[in-house]
Structure formats: structure tokens, C-alpha cells
């Protein structure tokens, strides 16, 4: 059954069936994280999303967590989900201090990340949150780019080519990129998985300079830029 089979509204099946894939993918061994470390902190974030009232909490949420995050992750995860203007850089080396390592801690930026938007998208259309998957065996693979060095994001970040070499160049093409795109580059996988949900939800990054390019039916580029602006504006986004 697709995964939006029971939406009273057409769902493309490009973001219908990154979705579904994202959400496996949660289960699964990451760069820091294994399947079960992964599937609590999107666990995680999403009963911090039902606690404060974003989310109704769903009749089938998916197997138990049945593993506890340490107390400095809970509280990353807590203040990205529910209150994400606040986090800044003390927030940051108050992570670190409590024993997250730096890219222990942009994993899980992304899979909240990640995970919100999923939500936030059911929530939209009025469907049921998806039950989360079971972890898979496997372990991390603690894979660090060499390429990595402290610029202006709060985490070590892959420099804009040519500074950042083959790793820079495999990730972001030949174009340079902003740190929004690039804050997430310490751990690569979880930087190709943004992009491969933003590329649906969004439009493709080859197509950002282009202001005729339209990738949602019935909003040109202009709306839907008005709608991801004021979105930002009501979440006091500094970008």
C-alpha cells in the first residue's frame, strides 16, 4: 500500500516514495549512529512534537524505543523541535560538554530535521503520523571527512570547492554552497539525504537561479517562495 493511501489529497509520488524511503532509512546503521540510536532520536523528536501540541499522537507509532539517549541528545532534540530560534551557539558547546562528540550531534541535527518535515507533512494532510520502521542490524560506520575543518558554522564543516578537494566537489558539485546547504557536511550521508528530500519538497538546486523554473502544480516559483518565506518569517529563521 502506498504510504499516503489514505490521504483525501493526491500525493506526488516523487515525495510520496522519498518519504517512504526516508523513513526505512531512519532504521538503518548511519555515520554515528545504529539503526536503533537513529530510530530513537526521530522517536524522540516526534514525541517532543506531540508533547507540546504540534502532533496527535498516532494509534500505530512503530516498534518501541527501547533504547535511552543520553540526557545531553534529549535536550539538542527537545530545543531543535519545539523551540529551534533559541538554539545557538552556547546550546551548541553545551552539547559538546555533555558528551556529544560534533558529529555525533550533526547526525542528529539532520534526522530531525528530516523527520519534522515527514511529520509536519502528514499533519498537513490530514493523515495519521507513519508508524517509525524496526532498526536494522548494523553498525556505524564513524567514517569522517578529511576534508573537514572548523569555518564560520558551529560545527567543522567540507569547505566550498576548490578548498575542499574531491569530498567537496562529490557533495556539492562544482558551485559553491552556502552553510545552510553545507552545515550539515561532517557527516556526508546525512547532507545527500536533505538534499534528496529537499529536492521534492523544494525544487532541484540545479533549478534555484532559474525564478520561471515551476515544480508544484498550481504555485509558480513566486508563491511558493511566499509561502517558504512567511513559513520562515512565523519561525523566526535567521536565514
Given amino acids: 500500500m502506498a504510504l499516503y493511501a489514505d490521504s483525501a489529497y493526491p500525493v506526488r509520488k516523487d515525495l510520496e516514495a522519498v518519504h517512504e524511503k ?3 532509512q531512519f532504521g538503518v546503521a548511519g555515520a554515528w549512529g545504529s539503526g536503533a540510536q537513529r530510530l530513537a532520536v526521530a522517536r524522540e523528536t516526534r514525541d517532543a512534537g506531540i508533547d507540546a501540541g504540534i502532533y496527535e499522537a498516532p494509534d500505530d507509532p512503530g516498534p518501541p524505543n527501547e533504547n535511552d539517549l543520553p540526557h545531553a541528545a534529549k535536550k539538542v532534540i527537545h530545543k531543535l523541535t519545539v523551540a529551534p530560534k533559541e ?8 552539547a559538546l560538554a555533555g558528551g556529544l562528540s560534533d558529529a555525533e550531534f550533526v547526525e542528529m541535527v539532520g534526522i530531525v530535521a528530516r523527520i519534522t518535515a515527514i511529520d509536519v507533512f502528514s499533519r498537513g494532510i490530514g493523515v495519521p503520523l507513519r508508524p517509525l520502521p524496526e532498526p536494522q542490524p548494523g553498525l556505524p560506520s564513524r567514517k569522517r571527512p578529511q576534508a573537514a575543518v572548523q569555518e564560520q558554522a ?3 564543516t567540507i569547505p566550498n570547492p576548490p578548498d575542499g578537494g574531491r569530498e567537496a566537489e562529490e557533495l556539492y558539485g562544482k558551485q559553491p554552497k552556502p552553510y545552510i546547504v553545507r552545515g550539515l557536511s561532517l557527516v556526508p550521508d546525512e547532507l545527500r539525504m536533505h538534499v534528496e528530500q529537499e529536492q521534492v519538497q523544494y525544487l532541484p538546486m540545479g ?3 532559474q525564478p520561471q523554473y515551476q515544480h508544484h502544480d498550481g504555485l509558480s516559483r513566486a508563491q511558493a517562495e511566499i509561502v517558504a518565506g512567511r513559513v520562515s518569517a512565523l519561525n523566526e529563521c535567521f536565514f
Fill in 22 to 24: 526516508q523513513l526505512a
Fill in 87 to 94: 538554539f545557538v551557539e552556547d546550546s551548541y558547546d553545551e
Fill in 154 to 156: 558551529f560545527p567543522p
Fill in 207 to 209: 533549478k534555484i537561479l
